[in-house]
């Protein structure tokens, strides 16, 4: 079977490069006489791996100095408990936008440690925004302020990060890492699972200001404390070594097709010709509130679950796939990644246009 226009929401496409060049790669690699999955992950081998990975992931994201970079496990999930761990170390409060089912699961992890504050939400329209924020509503004295950047199932994105001074900024960037350019500055972490923008599922990848780290609360784990992976250059214990070579794979990738310029361009253009198309539509509809749409998931719906379960199973036929909501909006959601190419998008734009023609 050809490879198919693939929408997961994650694990989701991965550049065909990258995945050609692992397979020439994969049964020995270079000329070490074994894969990478057969090597120590204290070889020399191995080590110029994740350093190479670490330095186009730098320059592909202008990463600054007084930022340490960690490949770590565990998935985004760890981090909901990992960062409350780290930062809680003064007043041991934080603010948090509730967005959607991923900070649902964030916020009650941090309140395990200390106080949360839940000072914006869009639970009242099944989350199909992102609420405004007031800055009287910031705790001057919060350890830290949590976002989650952009939402995978509802499809939301922040277009502008809140300004929150001296409180070091949280994002979780699982679903939009490395999709456009970011101010690395203004963030205190950034975190984000691999499976979507940055390779396989199994690495969670960790920006982290410096002066973050070392600050963790008594009862962390070892394995949970930044300040173990930082001074263990990310490899304390064996880390996903296939994973983290996959993922250099592909920052070198993007790095090649000319970096986080290219790679919005690319991105918002793909976005513009689906949202359009739906716009243009007059069966189906984007569920999102235009200013606040994701580049990188896109959910829409007709408003009838039968139509939209026969739109599905009509697209996977032609080659079309992972294109069903998740449960909790319905519909469809096409994920529409740093690696799905514009000629996917085109595709499925073709085939909503056509399938309107034949059932209005
Ligand atoms: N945050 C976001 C935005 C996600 O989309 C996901 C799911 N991929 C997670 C966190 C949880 O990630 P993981 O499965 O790696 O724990």
Known sequence: MARVYNFNPGPAALPEEVLIKAQKEFVEYRNSGMSIMEMSHRSPEFQDIIDSAETALRDVMKIPANYRVLFLQGGASSQFAMVPLNLFRKSKKADYIHTGAWTKKAIPEAGRYGTVNVIASSEDKNFNYIPKVDKSAFSSDADYFYI???????????????????????????????????????????????????????VTLVIIREDLIGHAMDITPTMFDYKTHADGGSLFNTPPTFNIYMAKLVFEWVRDMGGLDAMEKHNFSKAKVLYDALDESSMFSATVAPEDRSIMNVPFVTGNPDI????????????????????????????????????????????????EKNNS
């Open 148 to 202: 989650c950047a952009n939402n995978t199932i509802y499809g939301t994105r922040f277009t502008e990060f809140p300004d929150t001074g001296d409180v070091p900024l949280v994002a979780d960037m699982s679903s939009n890492i490395m999709s456009e350019k970011v101010d690395v500055s203004k963030f205190g972490i950034i975190f984000a699972g691999a499976q979507k923008n940055l390779g396989p599922s199994g």
């Open 308 to 355: 939209d379960a026969r739109f599905i199973s009509e697209a996977a036929e032609k080659g079309l796939v992972g294109l069903k909501g998740h449960r909790s909006v319905g519909g469809m959601r096409a994920s529409i990644y740093n690696a799905v190419p514009a000629k996917a998008v085109d595709a499925l734009v073709a085939f909503i246009r056509d399938f």
